[in-house]
């Protein structure tokens, strides 16, 4: 059975600084691209950044680049969301996602949703 588990998440006055986990199991771990998305109240999913374990390619959307940085840790099968200089427009639900079997061109570009396993989320708060 493939589970995601994030952790992590909490309230953080703007500004601040919060790492989010993913612990993944039932994957092989070095075959696979990661993903995080958030969800703000009233608004649609979004993606924030991806990683390929295969490839070493990563990608972060527009509004978090140069605050926040995805990393994995190959021998806990884990991955993170550095996320520094927290803006309360970062305020929503984070979800990590993983595709099994990660192709070459696997986080090339935008963040897409075509996601093979989903975390249940973790929330994060700033406040002004």
């Known amino acids: 059975e493939v589970q995601l588990v994030e952790s992590g998440g909490g309230l953080v006055l703007a500004g601040g600084s919060l790492r989010l986990s993913c612990e993944i199991s039932?994957?092989?771990?070095?075959?696979?691209?990661f993903g995080w998305f958030r969800q703000a109240p009233g608004k649609k999913l979004e993606g924030v950044s991806c990683i390929s374990v295969v490839t070493g390619k990563y990608y972060y959307a527009e509004f978090v680049k140069g605050r926040f940085t995805i990393t994995t840790d190959n021998a806990k099968n884990t991955m993170y969301l550095q996320m520094n200089s927290l803006k309360p427009e970062d305020t929503a639900v984070y979800y990590c996602a993983a595709f099994e079997e990660a192709p070459e061109y696997f986080c090339s570009g935008p963040v897409s949703q075509e996601f093979d396993y989903w975390g249940p989320g973790t929330r994060v708060t700033v406040s002004s």
């Open positions: 039932g994957i092989t771990f070095t075959g696979a691209g």
